[in-house]
């Protein structure tokens, strides 16, 4: 383990997320050139309305839970199913973050699924609805603003490995969601 952020680093971190990583990638090898060229161009048009959608205050709503977010962190699509990974706004920012305690991605996987302007919102995979969402409610708009102050708070070196700690998880989560579902998506 690494003395400070309680996690394995370097060759040893890696194995099963590289193992999912290329299981996912060889999978990708049999789509058909229509396919990925869908897929690309979907891909494409999905990033537009995310970086849109991460100009606001956004909430995920799982079915069972609605949680703040500072944005949506990363996402994939692959063969019409689209995964997504979300900043999670924590309520005690500076001291989980100052004593490296690093939240978890907000993941959700969508089935079937609808953009706009607003909103993006679906299936998920056990058929419950799923979307992210912009809000104005002004208590939503309050606890983002103090979570981003107390993320100024932390120190240089804090500031700048929580958001290449998160992206890097986040990226791992959704290939390990992929994994998951890989008999949905490729039936």
């Known amino acids: 383990m690494h003395p400070d952020s309680n996690s394995f680093m370097g060759a040893m971190g890696g194995i099963v997320g590289n193992i999912r990583l290329f299981v996912n990638m060889l999978n990708q090898l049999f789509l058909d050139d229509t396919q990925l060229q869908n897929q690309y161009q979907q891909s494409l048009e999905i990033r537009q309305h995310i970086e849109n ?50 939240p978890e991605p907000l993941n959700c996987t969508f089935v079937d699924f609808k953009i706009s302007e607003n909103k993006i919102e679906g299936k998920s995979v ?15 708009l309050k606890t983002l603003e103090n979570y981003k102050k107390e993320l100024d708070r932390l120190d240089k070196i804090e500031k700048a490995y929580f958001p290449f700690h998160n992206n890097g998880d986040a990226a791992w989560a959704i290939e390990k969601l992929i994994y998951k579902h890989t008999v949905e998506i490729y039936k």
Do not use: M, W
């Open 126 to 140: 056990n058929n419950s609805t799923v979307k992210i969402f912009t809000t104005d409610k002004a208590e939503n």
């Open 53 to 102: 959608l991460n100009q606001k205050v956004l909430v995920l709503d799982d079915g069972k839970k609605q949680y703040l977010t500072n944005g949506v962190l990363r996402f994939k699509n692959v063969n019409n199913f689209l995964f997504l990974s979300c900043e999670p706004v924590l309520l005690d920012a500076y001291d989980e973050l100052s004593n490296h305690k690093y």
